[in-house]
């Protein structure tokens, strides 16, 4: 069977040509042989039976005048036949006899002889044994004679069958094959129609095999085109996550870095941790890069949940005691189509941005000159301190003398009292309480009380007046200067509630002290009526 599968066409060809012929020249051989042999063994009884009707009047003759010489011609006759083995005539008056011994088996064949004239009178009778095995050996030698004949011709029949079929089929289509065998797809090269098949099966064969290459060429065309496209494509992709300034990663649902760039790890890096084969995870989505894991968690679990980009603006944690670094995250949710999940995360450092929000959120907030909070930041102390719910006295100071003083020696001394009297309240008051310089020589300052106890705040102030009274040296003049104070306190919420008339009390009490100044300086700190009131 191996040898078969491994066989040429031409040679199954003609393999099954020869098998089918010598089979077919057997078969048809066995068959003429029986019916030649049967043929002649008949032919060979006919023409003793004829050759019987030729001496038959002659025989009837010689027994009519019972002439024995003529009988023995007539025997002397049919023995001259090769058919005839022995033969015998026998009347009234004549016996003779040739191989008489042959004349006493069954298969003697006796033949009647008729009068002359009176044609249904039998006056003799000719017995003649055929010779059997001359008759069977010239059937057998004809019969063998037509049977090499037929194999004669099978054999001549095979080899013009297998030319024509080598010349007409098998050739054009090994020229065909090894064409094709060798053919490189893609190319111009085609197969070559064989000579006077343009019209046959095999051109049409040859026709439609050079259409399917040129619908492969045109395909590989267009494959190495768009192969040559995605490539270009492939590398500008690259280039651009290679050069990004973000950090991108690629994640799979078990928090694997599944693909990163350059400048994720440089952010990595950056925090105190580090990348390599045996630190590829940091947690579901990242998280354990995030100060609050937990709050970017829930934000970018809640923005997947309604099919949405997760977006936020999150601090690291810094494992190298580095400064704080803040990202902006944008995380999305990829489903491939075959059923994987994959988180495209990306990570913008905007730490510089934070930090500069920082000091402009300061500046915005904190006075110039005297570093502490001015009048916006004040007001933004004041309502977070509202909003808590937290027991506080309002303090409104106003500098007495200082007027003068920038009068006397100018815009500079006056900036150098105003640094000094914040440098004083600050060392002064406790680390929660709040200074505030709410604007010109005006200053607030938030002391915390309990129960709206006056003597508390009291106290506190009396240190902070003794500290402000004591002279000022001006830098540079050799000079110092000394002011006083006035003051009104409202206690929130004993006083109010509201952070306006909050201020109006603690104002109207303060314009009491003011009227005093002069007459009564040591009473320099008045109280808003303990009557709540919000006008």
């Known amino acids: 069977m191996n040898l078969i599968k491994t066989m040429g066409i031409a040679n199954r060809l003609a393999s ?49 005048v019972s002439d024995e010489e003529l009988a023995k011609e007539v025997i002397n006759g049919l023995m001259r036949s090769k058919n005839v083995k022995a033969a015998a005539f026998k009347s009234d008056s004549i016996k003779y006899e040739i191989n008489a011994k042959y004349l006493q088996k069954a ?34 030698r004809i019969s063998t004679g037509n049977t090499y004949a037929l194999y004669l011709l099978a054999v001549i029949v095979t080899l013009v069958s297998i030319i024509i079929c080598y010349f007409l089929v098998t050739r054009p289509l ?40 040129n619908n492969v060429e045109q395909k590989i065309k267009q494959e190495r085109k768009l192969r040559a496209e995605i490539e270009a494509l492939e590398r500008r992709f690259r280039m651009l996550f290679e050069n990004a300034k973000s950090s991108i990663v690629l994640l799979d649902t078990e928090g694997k870095l599944v693909l990163f760039n350059e400048a994720f790890v440089s952010l990595i890096e950056s925090t105190g941790l580090y990348i390599n084969k045996q630190n590829t995870e940091f947690g579901e989505l990242l998280m354990e890069l995030f100060l609050e894991p937990k709050l970017v968690l829930t934000s970018v679990r809640d923005a997947f949940t309604h099919g949405e980009i997760a977006m936020g603006e999150y601090q690291l944690r810094s494992f190298n005691q580095a400064a704080n670094m803040w990202v902006q995250l944008f995380a999305t949710q990829i489903d491939t189509d075959e059923g994987e999940r994959y988180y495209q ?38 309502q977070t301190k509202v909003q808590q719910k937290v027991e506080f006295a309002l303090v409104l100071i106003d500098l007495n003398g200082f007027k003068q003083v920038n009068d006397t020696y100018g815009h500079d001394a006056g900036d150098e009292v105003l640094i000094s009297v914040a440098n004083r309240l600050t060392d002064t008051i406790r680390h929660d309480d709040v200074v505030i310089r709410w604007g010109g020589d005006e200053f607030v300052l938030l002391l915390k009380t309990e129960n709206g106890r006056e003597d508390m705040v009291r106290n506190a102030m009396d ?11 001006l830098a540079g003049s050799g000079l110092s200067v000394t002011i006083g104070m006035s003051a009104g306190v409202a206690f ?44």
């Open 16 to 64: 099954l040509i020869i098998l089918s012929a010598f089979a077919i020249a057997f078969t048809f051989s066995q068959y003429f042989y029986n019916l030649t042999y049967n043929a002649e063994i008949s032919n060979a009884n006919s023409s003793i039976e004829e050759l019987l009707q030729i001496v038959s009047p002659t025989a009837s003759i010689a027994a009519f």
């Open 107 to 140: 298969n003697v064949q006796t033949f009647s002889i008729y009068h002359p004239f009176l044609t249904d009178e039998k006056i003799a009778e000719i017995l003649v044994m055929p010779d059997f095995s001359n008759i069977e050996r010239q059937a057998a």
């Open 174 to 213: 090994k020229r065909v094959s090894n064409s094709l065998h060798v053919l490189e797809p893609g190319t111009k090269d085609r197969i070559i129609t064989p000579r006077y098949h343009e019209g046959t099966e095999i051109g049409v064969l040859v026709s439609d095999t050079n259409g399917i290459l």
């Open 345 to 382: 995360v990306m990570l913008n450092d905007i730490s510089k941005r934070k930090l500069e929000l920082e000091v402009l959120a300061k500046q915005a907030d904190f006075d110039v000159l005297t570093k502490v909070l001015n009048r916006n930041g004040g007001e933004k102390a004041i």
């Open 463 to 473: 240190k902070v007046r003794n500290l402000i009274k004591k002279p000022i040296e």
């Open 492 to 535: 929130y919420p004993g006083t109010a509630s509201r952070v306006d008339t909050l201020m109006k009390h603690a104002d109207r009490a303060m314009y009491k002290a003011k009227e005093v100044k002069h007459t009564d300086p040591d009473n320099y700190l008045f109280f808003a009526s303990t009557n709540k009131s919000e006008d």
